[in-house]
T-cell receptor, first 114, second 110 residues
């Protein structure tokens, strides 16, 4: 199995631009998670999908952030407009069923907003 | 929410056992204790998990106190490759239980 796939691996953009991060979960996994990691706050959950449906988006910082999961094999996290404080590493993870099971993380997308 | 607290950093001599503590005093009965580690800037990697019994696998052992308010991850013979950030988290059936925080940075010293 290829594991969780994220793209791009690195993204540098200017403030105000739209940023789209992509994730392909492990085949057969029904749950998908988006995390943000910074030095100050550590690893924070942004949003969690189960069977393509958003279950908990309470971690999404503000309206500039949105996430979709149009099918079981693809999800996007969009930031519009981006700000320098959004600079972080964004991880996607998947699990077979639900938040109470082992999560498998992707390699992350390192985002720098200038 | 079952938040966890861990010391920010620890050192361990190579070849010795590394014992990493975690406090999860608000854990509920249906939440598992999970341990992950993150090497450099890679994605976190699953190590081990347990509910109330001690667990062991090829990577580590997990000791959970009887009241389940704390646990210890044991790396029996630490190597330089075990230098990483270790996260303890309590995972239940709801996403509001998900909390990784900043973990413990373990440095294995030659």
């Amino acid at each position: 199995d290829a594991g969780v796939i994220q793209s791009p691996r690195h993204e540098v953009t200017e403030m105000g631009q739209e940023v789209t991060l992509r994730c392909k979960p492990i085949s057969g996994h029904n749950s998908l998670f988006w995390y943000r990691q910074t030095m100050m706050r550590g690893l924070e959950l942004l949003i969690y999908f189960n069977n393509n449906v958003p279950i908990d988006d309470s971690g999404m910082p503000e309206d500039r952030f949105s996430a979709k999961m149009p099918n079981a094999s693809f999800s996007t996290l969009k930031i519009q407009p981006s700000e320098p404080r959004d600079s972080a590493v964004y991880f996607c993870a998947s699990s077979q069923q639900g938040a109470g099971e082992t999560q498998y993380f992707g390699p992350g997308t390192r985002l720098l907003v200038l | 929410d079952a938040k966890t607290t861990q010391p920010p950093s620890m050192d361990c001599a190579e070849g010795r056992a590394a014992n990493l503590p975690c406090n999860h005093s608000t854990i509920s009965g249906n939440e598992y204790v999970y341990w992950y580690r993150q090497i450099h800037s890679q994605g976190p990697q699953y190590i081990i998990h347990g509910l109330k019994n001690n667990e062991t696998n090829e990577m580590a052992s997990l000791i959970i106190t009887e009241d389940r308010k704390s646990s210890t991850l044991i790396l029996p013979h630490a190597t330089l490759r075990d230098t990483a950030v270790y996260y303890c988290t309590a995972l239940g059936f709801g996403a509001n239980n998900l909390f990784f925080g900043t973990g413990t940075r373990l440095t294995v010293i030659p």
